[in-house]
T-cell receptor
Framework: GAVVSQHPSRVICKSGTSVKIECRSL??????MFWYRQFPKQSLMLMAT?????????EQGVEKDKFLINHASLTLSTLTVTSAHPEDSSFYIC??????????FGPGTRLTVT | DAKTTQPPSMDCAEGRAANLPCNHS???????VYWYRQIHSQGPQYIIH???NNETNEMASLIITEDRKSSTLILPHATLRDTAVYYC?????????????FGKGTHLIIQP
């Protein structure tokens, strides 16, 4: 299957700072990338959908000014959590998809805001 | 996308077949059934998907009833590494540009 990587795998930051998470499709070009988050003992929740070269589409309740998504190429998308607060602590997971194929997920990034 | 119903948890003995059911009674004609699993603290892993015919790959088999209102994922020889949360997801077309809607899934525990 296709390989998707995320970096970093874990990050701890102080409240008020910003954190950038990278998502890369390593062996295919992804027409669409998705960002999810997962709180402890809960299921994954879709945050936003991004297509290369265009603005991301955010799900209801997700603040686009707080969670900045950039999809600069067909193999790279980034999620920046701006002015992070403890309630943003979560497991952030990206997925990548080629048109007509299933989604492949990255290993996830554990964000802890202190 | 149609909703799915799965049992919250199941146990299976190592080496036996694990059969995970999923109900999707409101599935429509162009919706596929997808299965993913998530091992603790990892990203979900794609397992298999199908429209109406039974499917098999190196990981599992997918059996879809004739009326398509339910399906069963079969792991033929379960190992301890198959312990995970298994998600049954119904979505339109085989790869449209929509995010996946995850339910609560089935926590499968393989017992030694």
């Amino acid at each position: 299957g296709a390989v998707v990587s995320q970096h970093p795998s874990r990050v701890i930051c102080k409240s008020g700072t910003s954190v950038k998470i990278e998502c890369r499709s390593l062996d295919f070009q992804a027409t669409t990338m998705f960002w999810y988050r997962q709180f402890p003992k809960q299921s994954l929740m879709l945050m936003a959908t991004s297509n290369e070269g265009s603005k991301a589409t955010y799900e209801q309740g997700v603040e686009k000014d707080k969670f900045l998504i950039n999809h600069a190429s067909l193999t790279l998308s980034t999620l920046t959590v701006t002015s992070a607060h403890p309630e943003d602590s979560s497991f952030y997971i990206c997925s990548a998809q080629r048109t007509g194929y299933e989604q492949y997920f990255g290993p996830g990034t554990r964000l802890t805001v202190t | 996308d149609a909703k799915t119903t799965q049992p919250p948890s199941m146990d299976c003995a190592e080496g036996r077949a694990a059969n995970l059911p999923c109900n999707h009674s409101t599935i429509s004609g162009n919706e596929y059934v997808y299965w993913y699993r998530q091992i603790h603290s990892q990203g979900p892993q794609y397992i298999i998907h199908g429209l109406k015919n039974n499917e098999t790959n190196e990981m599992a088999s997918l059996i879809i009833t004739e009326d398509r209102k339910s399906s069963t994922l079969i792991l033929p020889h379960a190992t301890l590494r198959d312990t995970a949360v298994y998600y049954c997801i119904v979505r339109a077309s085989g790869g449209g540009a929509d995010g996946l809607t995850f339910g609560k899934g089935t926590h499968l525990i393989i017992q030694p």
